[in-house]
Nanobody, 126 residues
Framework: VQLQASGGGSVQPGGSLRLSCEAS????????MGWFRQAPGKEREFVAA????????VYADSVKGRFTISRNNAKNTVTLQMSSLQTEDTAVYYC????????????????????WGQGTQVTVSS
């Protein structure tokens, strides 16, 4: 599976941005797609993830209520709509893909994902 991320850019605090990630290749009916981010000088952290089944969607506490992850199963695409952006959201955002099912509690773990996109920069600054 290959991941192609798009979107990102620069925005002022309080603004919005949208990221998209398309998966291609040998994709079966069970997978998890999500987003992680890495700010300068910090470790990569979980942002949001969703199962293809739609049964489970999880968010990091820091983005809950501001970010929304959605999916288009026909296109094997996930979108991260980011609103009320803050300077602390500045980071490189990575799309991630996991083959098959996983328990909900594990969806936040970086080690559970098999494939990664190239990363896209999000900068929130006045």
């Amino acid at each position: 599976v290959q991941l192609q991320a798009s979107g990102g850019g620069s925005v002022q605090p309080g603004g919005s941005l949208r990221l998209s990630c398309e998966a291609s290749g040998r994709i079966f009916n069970s997978y998890v797609m999500g987003w992680f981010r890495q700010a300068p000088g910090k470790e990569r952290e979980f942002v949001a993830a969703t199962k293809r089944s739609g049964l489970s969607t999880v968010y990091a506490d820091s983005v809950k209520g501001r970010f929304t992850i959605s999916r288009n199963n026909a296109k094997n695409t996930v979108t991260l709509q980011m609103s009320s952006l803050q300077t602390e959201d500045t980071a490189v955002y990575y799309c991630a893909f996991r083959y098959g099912e996983v328990v909900v509690s594990a969806m936040r773990r970086e080690s559970e994902y098999n494939e990664w996109g190239q990363g896209t920069q999000v900068t929130v600054s006045s």
